[in-house]
């Protein structure tokens, strides 16, 4: 039998606490734009919940805005993660081998990022403009695509900025 007086050991190790990153642009802008996204879309989907639950009915708008709102999210935290160098790698590759080697592996996949997020806003503006010179509208409200879809490049081009800026940090430190 366990003695009550031990502390158990936490089945999930916690992830070491790492400082934030010294970057001109605060981290917080991305923190509190999330949070604010997060309760919009929270807030619609149980307002349509509602609605279709006492009425049987549906808002036609919701999935529209739900869908863009996701993944407005989606590009806010990945700019965020981005800055706090939390994105995407194998970690048993990148962060083994020397300290020269993992600057070398972290140059190289800022740049990576770099040039992918400033392709994908090239890309997505001749999109955003096609959808502007050619009219078209969303299917279920009717406002044109190109108010959903500008913020693809904007946020493409926030990306880009925060992993040039990790970029900068990482040539700059030498470590």
Do not use: K
């Amino acid at each position: 039998m366990p003695d009550p007086n031990t502390a158990q050991s936490d089945p999930i190790p916690e992830l070491p606490d790492t400082p934030e990153p010294d970057t001109r642009v605060p981290l917080r802008i991305e923190d509190r734009l999330a949070a604010l996204l997060m309760a919009a879309l929270a807030l619609i989907t149980f307002a349509n919940v509602l609605v279709r639950y006492f009425t049987d009915q549906s808002f036609a708008w919701t999935e529209e805005i739900s869908i863009f709102l996701m993944i407005v999210v989606t590009l806010v935290g990945a700019s965020s993660a981005v800055a706090r160098n939390h994105h995407i790698r194998i970690e048993l590759y990148a962060d083994g081998g020397s300290p020269a080697r993992r600057r070398r592996l972290a140059l190289a996949s800022h740049a990576v990022v770099t040039a992918f997020f400033l392709l994908l806003m090239v890309l997505s503006t001749r999109l955003v403009w096609d959808e502007y010179v050619y009219e078209e509208t969303s299917p279920a409200i009717g406002v044109p695509t190109w108010w959903y879809s500008v913020w693809l490049p904007v946020l493409s081009l926030a990306i880009a900025l925060r992993s040039l800026g990790c970029l900068i940090r990482r040539r700059r430190d030498r470590a």
